[in-house]
């Protein structure tokens, strides 16, 4: 049994239930099929499985040390990332015409999943250069694009995105690192930046800092930024590296997961020149970073449901051999114990985190695969009404597995009892790695009003139209048989009460009032989003058990963990639209000094 | 500001709310009063303060290690402990004639709450051995107890509890230990227990384990296990501390949280003669355990919400100083930046943590009061019904904070964001202690089987009747005033869902089939239980309010915080109660095979 992939879902999950095939007969990905996506999946999991898995818990155990200047890290890190770059992941996802595979988004995150369920400290390195490489491939220069992709399509060279800073966490408006304008067309750069994960190590020849920043004469807030290239080490015309760019580690965050990867203080241009090349146009800065945005958030949400996976897996294999305790129907202590997943409450924590993961892997993969339908459609129409329906999905798709799969690891340490809370089980790692994706990547709070402050409004309302025309299409074909009559209509039913608060909230005088539930709202929004592809799964599921499948136990599983949903998570939303609908203002009134009286 | 306690609210709650007063007028509390009781606790939180919380990241990076067969911890655990027990706190529990001060459990469990919320890696060495010397006091002969209590007391010997081993942990019946009469009356003591708190160190001069074991004709099950003492090193008659008994450290394990405290697998005489002696009778040593076992998990309930209050107070200062973003009604880059807790969601996170955290106080004071009010009554009459109260709320004591109180934790991480992930900051510590508190003294799944298994039925429901007369009298009392009639009528709805989901589980033929949502019906009873003692708080405030307390942002503060819970929280528990109600069996009914359909 693997632990960090189950390939029997991923392929129901694709090729079942969302359809890739039908993006290889679009011309973007022609050429391809299912037999060498299968390929690429072996190819991963062997990967995966043999250099990044072993050395997880040693990883997390010995993080990056910042030595004299240096930052010290396993040598297995190195090794793993040279594997992976040997297979071709670096450039998996990338145009061919950039020297890339061109393969799916929905593919590539597949494959990345697997790094991430085997060993995230090591996976972030190669998934924060690929966002990187993308970045640069969309909006950089011929010139830029032939100096930097290749080494990092390699994996020679790495990168980072260099956002945050040590004022301006959430509130990018206020970034106050400065480009300056020289002679021959580059930039000299000056701040401070923060939480730059993969900002410094040697396990790469270089390292491609994407920076923003500011130029003097730019207009204060978000539109003043613009974005720069940022080398450790300069480059040349060439492509050869050239001397130490003013790029200076100034620290190291310790934090609670993630070990394996540095994070890192990073100072430009305190102790020497830091030459930077702007990308695209001046100002744009942020317009470039957010182009990216959807494919970075659905990566987070997709990396938490993996995180999920890998101790979804473990918790089930480990109550299918760890016995405890006693059937309630013969309690002698002269019988055998039996295996704890026959108890009823190890096996309601098994289907949360089943419900969970799989729920939320089908809401990354559907988005994913929104992303590459929109990239491969002729049709403008289409193409913005797949985008409508992504922007509208990408704060969800960030955050509801952040919320459900994180809970999702803590049953998992539950199912262990006290050997989950020891670190010689994976499962507290991975509750503890799955911790921070509900911060980075824009916080909870911050996807809540991007969701309910942006994109429900947007073109009055037009992506919601566009969901809860599909949701209503699913709706129709459940009603069309017996098997999920009541659940079709408890969907209904949910679908109603979204569009009852959402209205409340869109017609409120006041805007801050309006906004004052908005995680509340997001997460309930999600609890139907997840419902809906739970629906999904159970009609195929259905479909491939009338059929007569050979595969029952998979299939009635699918059944059962859709019938958990809605019946355990979906009723949930009610008293909460409730609330939001109430545009109750508790919370907003609070006074600061009320909170504790002192 | 402290974040270890916020003196003012245990002030509330402990006079102005519970009237724990009315205990000093009883013959077992005479003498105390409340000047006493305040110079108690400012002795408590300046000691917790100096000696504890300095140390308490460090103690959490450096743990104990074990080398050459010995433990080395920080020697500033064993100076932290002195001047606990410098303070005389190890005997503030303890009855007068045994040389006690013999201070009511409520004002024993807010003094350790504050060493609780400073350090408590630290404190649970002295909380297991006044766990321990609680026992001995209560079962031991007078020989035992004139032999072990002192040194306990004076904090110079530490206890242990020795239940689990590697095959029984959650079922005691299949405990192995043995025990074998001797000669003299004591006995040898073999086999192998796990998961050992405190269970060797050489921070005492002596630890006295207190050990679940069978006699070689003990009948099997539970039925047969006894208790015994079994101190590390062997004690003559007169006190004076002997050879080496054959106790043996075996191994430490590493910990996601509570790192300070060892916790250890211990040999029995395997490497040497382990004496042991009878606590009382032969077996009876687990019905001697659950006696203590009330009080141990409402300190267990206890200790979650005290790493709760940490968070919170630490995140709430976080958010009164920490500048980031503007207000939804100016936006300007060019204005400066607010304090965090303005953002409508930053003071949800907030009133998130004070509803759970102060309810869950609350709860914990309130069934220590019980203990105290039971141990205080004359009237065997009025003891029975106290018993029966508190042996209903314990399984809620010991889990609602548990879970509730965790996620008080996770946000605040949250309010602090990628700094809140770091080790830098106290939250994400705090995060990972609590996370053991759903685990040991009983799961969370245990405890439901507890409430709904056996606590609500006993003698038909008696329980139950006297809890649902008791928030009965606090609705009526709400409902003489108008401000909270709403929340009254709320709170009766949900009892009337609350007393439907138990008859149709006492009910139900099959006891496996109305066992199976235990849990979900336990989370939901805690949070009516939550409601109530919600809706006293608000009483409370509101009448100081009426009287024209200056104190009006405190007091406000609760009434805020009341409001949050039930708009927030309580109509939650509709769906979950529907659920329990209708003998749902999705979970039970899921065969192991299909969870991954592998």
Partial sequence: MSFIVNRRDLDFLLFECLGIESLFETARYEGLDRAMIAGMFDMAEAIATETYLPWAATLDAHEPRFVDGRVEIM???????????DAGFFAAGIDRDLGGLQLPYVVTMAINGMFTAANLGIAN????????A???????????KQLFLPPMLEGQWFGTMCLSEPQAGSSLSDIRTRAELQG???????????????GDHEIAENIVHLVLARTPDAPPGVKGISLFIVPKYRVSPDGSIGARNGVELAGLNHKMGHRGTTNCL???GEKGETVGYLVGEPCKGLSYMFHMMNEARIGVGHASAMSALAGFLYSLNYARTRTQGRSTKDKSPLTPQVPIVDHADVRRMLMAQKAAVEGAQALSCFCALL????????DAAERDELGLLLDLLTPVAKSWPSEHCLEANKWAIQVLGGYGYTRDYPVERLYRDNRLNHIHEGTFGIQAID????KVRMQDGAAMDLLLRRIGATIALAHDGDDFAAEADALAGAVDALRRATDAVVQAADGETGLANATIYLDAFGHIVIAWLWLQQALAAAEALDQGSSDRAFY????????????????LIHPRFELVRSLDTTCLDAGAEQFAGV
Avoid: C
Avoid at 75 to 85: I, K
Avoid at 189 to 197: E, H, R, V
Avoid at 371 to 378: E, L, N, P
């Fill in 75 to 85: 040598s297995e890190v190195g090794e793993a990332l040279t594997a992976y770059a």
């Fill in 556 to 571: 009635e599983g699918k059944v059962a963990a859709f019938r958990y949903f809605f019946r355990y998570e979906l009723p």
């Fill in 371 to 378: 992303v590459d339908q929109q990239k491969a459609s002729r």
């Fill in 184 to 198: 021959d067309g580059s930039y000299h750069i000056t701040g401070n930046k923060m939480w730059i994960s993969g």
């Fill in 266 to 268: 990073l100072n430009f």
């Fill in 125 to 132: 390195y190669s998934f924060l250069t690929i966002a990187n």
């Fill in 134 to 144: 993308n970045l640069i491939a969309a909006f950089g220069s011929a010139e830029q």
């Fill in 451 to 454: 969701l309910l402050g942006r």
